[in-house]
């Protein structure tokens, strides 16, 4: 049975909340031809207005689309060469001109050049002790940054969830710590997600079970507050889950009991927590816009929490000026940008 925290708010004290889009596009037929499988990741450069998708699985690589879906370039084939893939679901970008893949399948960081063509080839080691669990990396003051994941090392508030790379890509420091609901506890979900804020040298994470944020300082690692009360439609469950083994009863499980903590978003203004409740309905290929999406809407400064709104499509990521991006049509791939504000706005 699911639980819903003691930190609850009742609806009457929420402020209403509405999405309003800002920019609407589809993805170009030849964006689309290498978009089999649309990942539910997409990544803003931080240095111009371009946008970053890639697959599930089948074609490998990063696709690159300007702000209206037209086709720029795309990054990687299949393969085990120096240039080439077999995993490209963990990426971000340095800038205007470097992309940064991480491969698992070949325990590889592949910086790629896209001026020169040139690809820097950089160890994932695992055994530094962190795997990286986020599927963005983000590049913040000469370092990159992931959620991960410590292995063999139990979850706890004091065990690490982020992890910081120099430029070289070799880990230098871990920081973060889990929502004090796991207490060691051997669970589903506890990947954590991100929102960085290179600026004020703080990165807000969340796991997948819970709904709580926490915001730590990237530069000392303090632990500087978290977020009490929980949106009304995250439900959370008591069940200890190791393995799903049964697809249907794990549809079933996220359906009616848990839902799942996607993406973390900020903006000057807010924090928004990106969270879906499934159809429980299972099918071997999930139609993302089949399950109900909502943000929850925190004060970015106190903490508060200001309210939730259910959106009509999954939310795939934030540009960078923190706006929300959308599949609005998930059968011809249309996107819209969206900004969550009052209904008195």
């Known amino acids: 049975m699911g639980v819903f925290f003691s930190g609850c708010v009742n609806k009457k ?63 990687g084939e299949k393969g085990r060469g120096p240039k080439e893939l077999l995993t490209s679901r963990f990426f971000g970008a340095r800038d205007s001109n470097k992309v940064l893949i991480l491969d698992k399948a070949l325990a590889l960081f592949k910086l790629y050049n896209r001026e020169s063509g040139e690809v820097s080839l950089y160890p994932y080691e695992v055994k530094t002790g962190i795997s990286i669990t986020s599927r963005n990396i983000s590049f913040c003051n000469d370092m990159w940054y992931a959620g991960g994941q410590m292995l063999d090392v139990a979850p706890r508030p004091s065990t690490p969830t982020i992890a910081k790379f120099d430029k070289n890509l070799s880990l230098i420091d871990t920081l973060g710590g889990y929502d004090p609901f796991f207490n060691g506890r051997k669970d589903i979900l506890q990947e954590t997600s991100y929102s960085l804020d290179c600026e004020n040298e703080i990165v807000y994470t969340v796991q ?138």
């Open 13 to 75: 004290e929420q402020e209403k909340l509405k999405a309003v889009p800002i920019h609407d596009f589809e993805l170009s037929e030849t964006t689309q031809e290498y978009l089999l499988r649309l990942y539910t990741q997409v990544v803003d450069n931080p240095d111009k207005d371009e946008l970053l998708f890639t697959n599930y699985g089948s074609v490998v690589g990063v696709v690159i689309t300007d702000y209206q879906g037209n086709f720029i370039e795309k990054i």
């Open 208 to 345: 997948g079970k819970t709904p709580k944020i926490q915001a730590f300082s990237t530069a000392t690692g303090d632990l500087l507050g978290s977020t009490e009360i929980h949106p009304p439609s995250f439900k959370v469950s008591e069940k200890f889950i190791t393995m799903a083994s049964n697809p249907q009863e794990m549809s079933r499980y996220l359906s009616e009991e848990q839902s799942i903590s996607l993406h973390l978003a900020h903006n000057d203004s807010y924090l928004y927590l990106v969270f879906r409740n499934d159809s429980g309905i299972y099918k071997r290929n999930r139609v993302l816009n089949e399950s109900s999406h909502f943000v929850g809407v925190y004060d970015k400064n106190t903490f508060d929490f200001i309210g939730e709104v259910k959106v009509s499509g999954a939310i795939l990521g934030t540009t960078k000026r923190g706006n929300l991006i959308m599949l609005k049509d998930e059968e011809n791939l249309g996107i819209q940008i969206i900004e969550i504000v009052p209904t008195s706005s």
